[in-house]
């Protein structure tokens, strides 16, 4: 009970001052995150094992090559997360917002990341270490079946895409993207 009560708060302190750090619980069911499926008990120590971080336009989280060992969970703002060709241009991957993760393939792959990613509007960020996560599958078989499912909707997003840049013209391609 006393952990509960120490963990149910969502005022910690951090770098010598107050901040209010989000507790998973509210985030989760107002953005439809999968940690809406944590137990009262995996909440308080998620709450408890998660970095919380506030980030700056311009913010990199991580870079292609490196080693993560966490996940990150968007409170609020903005990430983009491109790969870099071998011409140094970007190419977008994607735009993740409020309740979604990023990193975690790196992370059940155990390989380093594959993609970079920056913040492009103020955000608030949870890094979530990849114990935490893991113990978490194993622990509970929602969380294993959504990262599953947002997994196979990722690939079919990558997989629409390929088939579009092999099988449409570039014509098509311009009218689409207009």
């Keep these: 009970k006393d952990i509960y009560n120490k963990f149910t708060t969502n005022t910690v302190r951090m770098q010598k001052q107050y901040v209010n750090v989000p507790l998973c619980n509210e985030c989760a069911l107002e953005s439809e995150s999968i ?11 998620f709450n408890y094992e998660k970095d919380f971080r506030n980030h700056k336009r311009g913010d990199v989280l991580y870079r292609e090559g490196s080693r993560i060992s966490g996940i990150f969970c968007i409170n609020s703002g903005i990430i983009k997360v491109f790969k870099t060709g071998l011409d140094g241009k970007e190419q977008i ?3 993740a917002k409020r309740g979604e993760i990023i990193a975690y393939r790196s992370v059940l792959s155990n390989e380093t990341a594959c993609t970079t990613a920056e913040v ?14 893991i113990s978490l599958i ?3 078989p929602n ?3 959504e990262l599953i499912r947002l997994a196979c909707h990722e ?11 092999a099988q449409k013209t570039v014509r098509v391609r311009l009218a689409e993207v207009l």
């Design 93 to 95: 991957i994607r735009f």
């Design 155 to 165: 690939l079919n997003e990558a997989n629409s895409y390929i088939t579009d840049i």
């Design 120 to 133: 492009i509007e103020d955000s608030q960020v949870c890094y979530v270490p990849s114990e935490i996560l």
């Design 138 to 140: 194993k622990s509970n």
């Design 143 to 145: 969380i294993a079946l």
């Design 35 to 45: 940690f809406k499926h944590l137990t009262p008990e995996e909440k308080i120590i």
